[in-house]
């Protein structure tokens, strides 16, 4: 089968990459000039860690990342942890996104990939899907698959309407510097006053990220480094996390990333006749649960599962859109639930309750 992917980014690759192991000639469109990765680092739980093992690259992925073993803060350095999990249910790899891309991109392989080429829009027809690539020459393909993030073209024509929308006020900060005296187990995750979250974790041997968010987040003045302090003042009381403000007050401000969340809203479907959404494209969420990576390669997997079991392109496009459609009702609810937590301890037993259903609940792929 002929697929054309629009996004070289995480879950686009990750898609092409176990396409391939079921027949799929891939071809992924990636806008950019060369593959890259914007962020710093991104949570990769074990559902995530199980599909990198089936495409290749599970031991280099692990050998590459920093075990995070999650326990939760007031703004006083109190931690806390829900009653009744398990460690297992707190821990997850914390992953350089540079890395991660590029050793998916040669598990995809580099000649699949072109660069400087953005989906415009497509034409579907009963034989073909025509790609439509912005100054460009047209692709013909079986299936077109939009990887293409929150703001996704495949997205704008498949499901007109479908816009993503302001997070209410929510803006995060986060940054990888050189690891210096913090502590070496981190301060993952700080819940402290004005709907501020954050704290800092090692991404990869002598990197740490620090991150900081706020909800509500209001008029955003000065500097993104004075805007970025400003905030994780809410999460340090009485010598707490004096580690975290001498971090973002040393941090350039050229490599501090600051973005406006944006979620897309629940789309009423996720496919067409040759044409499938995957990742943020088809629902991207608040990054506050740190699971959004992780559910885009599950995307992945479910859709090569159902191309390996189903006869037909239509069938196991349905079997893909039912299947993540029923586990994302669930997922948006339980992000909701973390989203209002009032304190640690409460944020603490939501967070442990969501990830004990994503891990035991994991799709058989």
Same mark, same amino acid.
């Given at each position: 089968m002929r697929t054309v992917i629009a996004g070289g980014g995480l879950v686009g690759l990750t898609t092409a990459a176990s396409l391939r192991l079921v027949g799929h000639d891939v071809t992924v469109l990636e806008q950019a000039p060369r593959v890259r990765a914007a962020g710093a680092g991104i949570g990769m739980w074990p559902n995530a860690i199980r599909e990198f093992d089936r495409i290749g690259i599970g031991a280099d992925v692990r050998a590459m990342s920093e075990q995070v073993d999650a326990w939760f803060y007031d703004s006083a350095g109190h931690a806390q942890r829900?009653?009744? +999990?398990?460690?297992? @249910? &707190? *821990?997850?790899?914390?992953?350089?996104?540079?890395?991660?891309?590029?050793?998916?991109?040669? !598990?995809?392989?580099? @000649?699949?990939?072109?660069?400087?080429?953005?989906? !415009? %829009?497509?034409?579907?027809?009963? =034989?073909?899907?025509?790609?439509?690539?912005? #100054?460009? #020459?047209?692709? @013909?393909?079986?299936?077109?698959?939009g990887a293409d993030g929150v703001h996704s073209r495949?997205? !704008?024509?498949?499901?007109? %309407? =479908?816009?993503?929308?302001? @997070?209410?006020? +929510?803006?995060?900060? *986060? !940054?990888?510097?050189?690891?210096?005296?913090? *502590?070496?187990?981190? =301060?993952?995750?700080?819940?402290?006053?004005?709907?501020?979250?954050?704290?800092?974790? *090692?991404?990869?041997?002598?990197?740490?990220?620090?991150?900081?968010?706020?909800?509500?987040? %209001?008029?955003?003045?000065g500097t993104k480094r004075e805007r970025a302090l400003a905030r994780a003042r809410h999460l340090a009381r009485d010598g707490w996390h004096d580690d975290l403000l001498e971090m973002i007050a040393a941090t350039d401000e050229g490599v501090i990333l600051e973005n406006e969340i944006l979620i897309v809203p629940t789309l009423a479907h996720w496919t067409g006749r040759r044409v499938a959404l995957i990742g943020?494209?088809? &629902?991207?969420? =608040?990054?506050?649960?740190?699971? %959004?990576?992780?559910?885009?390669?599950e995307d992945a997997g479910v859709l090569r599962a159902a191309f390996a079991a189903e006869p037909g392109l239509a069938a196991a496009l349905t079997a893909y859109e039912t299947e993540r459609k029923e586990r994302f009702a669930k997922v948006r609810a339980y992000s909701a639930a973390v989203e209002q937590a009032a304190d640690a301890a409460e944020f603490a037993m939501r967070y442990a309750d969501f990830s004990h259903w994503m891990l035991t609940t994991a799709p058989a792929t």
């Open positions: 829900a009653a009744g +999990h398990a460690d297992s @249910d &707190h *821990r997850f790899l914390l992953v350089p996104r540079p890395a991660l891309n590029s050793l998916l991109a040669d !598990a995809v392989g580099r @000649d699949r990939i072109v660069t400087d080429a953005r989906v !415009a %829009g497509y034409t579907e027809l009963d =034989s073909k899907v025509v790609v439509h690539v912005q #100054d460009g #020459d047209d692709i @013909d393909a079986d299936l077109l698959i495949v997205r !704008a024509q498949l499901v007109p %309407g =479908s816009e993503a929308v302001p @997070d209410a006020g +929510h803006v995060a900060w *986060r !940054a990888v510097v050189p690891s210096g005296r913090e *502590r070496p187990e981190g =301060s993952v995750l700080t819940i402290g006053e004005e709907r501020t979250r954050g704290g800092y974790a *090692r991404v990869s041997p002598g990197q740490t990220m620090w991150m900081v968010n706020q909800f509500a987040a %209001g008029p955003l003045t943020d494209a088809a &629902h991207g969420l =608040s990054p506050h649960i740190s699971a %959004g990576g992780t559910l885009g390669v």
